[in-house]
T-cell receptor
Framework: DADVTQTPRNRITKTGKRIMLECSQTKGHDRMYWYRQDPGLGLQLIYYSFDVKDINKGEISDGYSVSRQAQAKFSLSLESAIPNQTALYFC????????????FGPGTRLTVL | DQQVKQNSPSLSVQEGRISILNCDYTNSMFDYFLWYKKYPAEGPTFLISISSIKDKNEDGRFTVFLNKSAKHLSLHIVPSQPGDSAVYFCAASAIGGTSYGKLTFGQGTILTVHP
């Protein structure tokens, strides 16, 4: 079984809709991250959480919100989706001692029409 | 401002030859560097890392070199294999302080290894 899972894997939605992307991990890591990948821009950090009570904004948090429901679960919400949020979204986890070494989920491809 | 840059969007290499992927950074606070590899429809996977106290780290066919004065690192793959064809991301982090664990990624380089 995969250590970091993301649901859904693909989603097509319309402008203005609320969308939630979910991430679960079985690695026992305390740190979790959300990234988006756009062609030619690499991965950009949206939000990160170093433990259940800690939530921090990343480079591109506008238009997004997150919830850390438990150590193993970290969800990303788009309150009112817009077309330029069409991208590939990745969740990642890391251990606090080796925080730079992150483990990624398989990604969610989101299309906003 | 892009703090981590991979200026070559793509690289094509013959099987058995050396692949050299390059990465430059601007933030002098970065002291830990990583390379990730990504296949289509999968998430990135960790490949190799290097701390700023070293200038070289080797793991099998993969070697990362760090030149701190030039703020440049490179990944060498020898010999290259068709299965190495993927997107390679360079990433950097600052170990000290509250930002430890935050990675800044480059744009990625698509490596194609031809049989």
């Amino acid at each position: 079984d995969a250590d970091v899972t993301q649901t859904p894997r693909n989603r097509i939605t319309k402008t203005g809709k609320r969308i939630m992307l979910e991430c679960s991990q079985t690695k026992g890591h305390d740190r979790m991250y959300w990234y988006r990948q756009d062609p030619g821009l690499g991965l950009q950090l949206i939000y990160y959480s170093f433990d259940v009570k800690d939530i921090n904004k990343g480079e591109i948090s506008d238009g997004y919100s997150v919830s850390r429901q438990a150590q193993a679960k970290f969800s990303l919400s788009l309150e009112s989706a817009i077309p330029n949020q069409t991208a590939l979204y990745f969740c990642a986890t890391s251990d606090s001692l080796l925080a730079g070494k992150q483990f990624f989920g398989p990604g969610t491809r989101l299309t906003v029409l | 401002d892009q703090q981590v840059k991979q200026n070559s969007p793509s690289l094509s290499v013959q099987e058995g030859r050396i692949s050299i992927l390059n990465c430059d950074y601007t933030n002098s606070m970065f002291d830990y560097f990583l390379w990730y590899k990504k296949y289509p429809a999968e998430g990135p996977t960790f490949l190799i890392s290097i701390s700023s106290i070293k200038d070289k780290n080797e793991d099998g066919r993969f070697t990362v070199f760090l030149n701190k004065s030039a703020k440049h690192l490179s990944l060498h793959i020898v010999p290259s294999q068709p299965g190495d064809s993927a997107v390679y991301f360079c990433a950097a982090s600052a170990i000290g302080g509250t930002s430890y664990g935050k990675l800044t990624f480059g744009q990625g380089t698509i490596l194609t290894v031809h049989p």
